[in-house]
């Protein structure tokens, strides 16, 4: 699962800074899947995905704001948790 999830972090992260904006947030989750991100349930259904964005942002204390800044730790944090919780 952390494999998964670096080399889905380095496709928005090429300059390995640890930082990504909540804009690409959902897209990461989709380029890391299932378990820690998002599988195909959630591709046609944008209410599950806001509900899980703003579950997200809120265990990181993130402003939801597009060019907001996430880091590496606080992303993992917030999927691990999320995960443990579904």
């Not at 809120?58 to 590496?72: C, G, H």
Request: aromatic share 16%; proline share 3%.
């Amino acid at each position: 699962m952390v494999h998964s999830f670096k080399r889905g972090w380095g496709k928005f992260d090429p300059d390995a800074t640890g930082i990504i904006k909540v804009k690409y947030f959902g897209q990461l989750l989709f380029e890391i899947g299932e378990p820690l991100g998002w599988g195909e349930l959630f591709r046609t259904d944008a209410e599950r995905q806001a509900r899980y964005c703003k579950m997200a942002l809120e265990y990181t204390k993130t402003n939801s704001t597009p060019d907001t800044l996430m880091l590496f730790n606080e992303v993992f944090d917030s999927v691990a948790f999320l995960y443990m919780i579904r």
